[in-house]
């Protein structure tokens, strides 16, 4: 019993030793910059698209997003470093969007701090820590493409709570799968080459469509009925100018006949549209020779690539050989038959961190809690990031 009483006390003296602090208690940084970390702040949504979508991605679709978005909300709102957000104030952006004609949605939420400016509490959105979920959305899982939809093999670096945590060009980013379908299909270098073959056939027809345009507005630009009516312009103008002001006639005269030497121009701009469409056309011919050169094993083997293999082994693709594919990177795309399955459901999320902190911008599962008061946003996203039982409970609920 006397053990009992002397813990109490213990307890009732921790609490009484630890002074409640103000809301409005102000902490200064090192360059003097006045921080409210214990004032309450709020939450916002922000719907960031309306009925135009109704025509473009499927009802359902569009209704499935909404609720499962704000499902996510409500879950984060509940959190127990938002609620309420103490220091910072939460804001919650839903977007829905047409990505490569795929029904994409994301959320993006980010934590402000509250600057004091002033005499008042002011949350500062352009200094924020963000984390964007994004439902069945590929692109944001792949970086930037090598080319057209094939990508660089990501490298899965760690997990999250069981999820594959991945390494891409542009970041790390978590996925989140849930389907029975494989996220990635391999692609081997005759795909490769076919998709290269097509690009440059695509860039030397567009260049030649240039080339036709340019021709068409030259031939009009110099037609007799154009250099009348120009000329005709032109002499109404200066008159009316040079009745106001004699030096800004002179320098409409003078941009005037500048304009008129453009003639004299046509048979340049025709050879720089010449060596554009030549140079695809030979990247074309490359190609197809490369292409041709592969034996049939080869054709169906993976594609590694890697851009100094140009200058390595003469390709022009940019694939290695077999003997050098470890200096590469295996190339993949998206599986097509990922999102076709159950237009019900979430099958896909993919999850990007953005800290304040420039060292671990992308990489919560490295930072380390910091004193400084501009971290604090860092530190209750590092919070939420660590909360276990709550991405249980989300993941769970998305999934259903």
Known sequence: MIRKMVILLLILFTCISVPAQNPETIVKDNEGAEFLPYAIGNHSTETNYDD???????????????????????????????NPPTGFEARFNKRIDLVNDQPVAWLEMSFSPYFWIDQEKTADFHISSILNIYLNDPSGISGAPVMADIFSAPQKIDEFF???????????????????????VSVSQEDFLHVLINFWEQQASQVEAEKNNFQEEVSRFNSDEEAQQRQADFEKAYDDLLKIDKNAAEELRKAYQ???????????????????????RQQVTLLQEE?????????????????????????????????????????????????????????????????????????????PVSDEPIQIIDNKMLSVYQDAAFWSNLLKRLAQ
């Not at 945590?165 to 996220?183: H, P, R, S």
């Not at 008129?260 to 140079?279: H, L, P, R, S, Y």
């Open 162 to 184: 069981g999820y594959p945590i991945y390494l891409t060009n542009m970041g790390e980013v978590t996925w989140i799968n849930f389907t029975d379908e494989a996220l990635l």
């Open 258 to 280: 500048e304009v008129m030497n453009i003639k004299v121009e046509q048979q340049e701009g025709e050879e720089a549209f010449d060596t554009g469409i030549m140079f695809a």
């Open 291 to 367: 292409l041709a050169a592969l034996t049939p094993e080869e054709r169906n083997r993976q594609a590694y690539y890697s851009p100094g293999a140009m200058e390595q082994s003469g390709h022009v693709s940019g694939l290695l050989p077999e003997e050098s594919e470890d200096e590469g990177d295996a190339l993949v795309r998206m599986n097509p038959q990922l999102f076709q399955k159950d237009l019900h459901k979430i099958q896909l999320l993919t999850i990007r961190w953005s800290l304040l902190n420039k060292e671990y911008y992308d990489k919560p599962r490295l930072c």
């Open 52 to 82: 135009f979508l109704s025509d473009a991605i499927p009802e359902n679709w569009v209704k499935l997003y909404d609720e499962k978005m704000e499902e996510i909300i409500a879950l984060f709102s509940k959190q127990r470093s938002l």
